[in-house]
């Protein structure tokens, strides 16, 4: 009764993960040769007996007061259905072919930014390195100056 009671509450409550990416899936159209999602849900019979649809399982929380609820006496099924585990790896590798695609474009930015600034720095340098000779060259010619102005004023005073 209690089991009951809670399977009610589980199926009364907010669609699970797989109902939530399945309920986008059932606007596409079935291919040929493609299951539906009706018959992805579908549990197979085991022994000889029928253990009705995934919705008894109380996995997808979509059962109805008509469906008959699995006796204590049955098995239920456990894990994923092939198909289930099929479209979680098909989902798993569009987010992972996705992620590396913005992490080659992120890459790529990074690399145009470095590229940019490394041009910056070489004409930064560049501009340095001549004000540099520039600074010199004229310090050279002060001392000079300085060296010949200093000759001079010694040899006034002898």
Known sequence: MQEQATSSIANSSIPSSSERSSSSALHLEVKEGMESDDEIRRVPEMGGEATGNASASGRDGTSTAGQAQPSAGTQR??????????????????????????????????????????????????????????????????????????????????
Not at 82 to 100: F, G, I, T
Not at 120 to 128: D, G, S, V
Request: proline letters at 1%.
């Open 77 to 158: 099924k456990r894990g994923r259905s092939p198909a289930d585990k099929e479209n979680k790896r098909l989902k798993r590798l569009l987010r992972n072919r996705v992620s590396a695609q913005q992490a080659r474009e992120r890459k790529k930015a990074y690399l145009i930014d470095l590229e940019a600034r490394v041009k910056e720095l070489e004409t930064k340098n560049a501009e340095l390195e001549e004000r540099l000779s520039t600074l010199q060259n004229e310090n050279q010619m002060l001392r000079h100056i300085l060296k010949n102005t200093t000759a001079g004023a010694h040899e006034g005073r002898k």
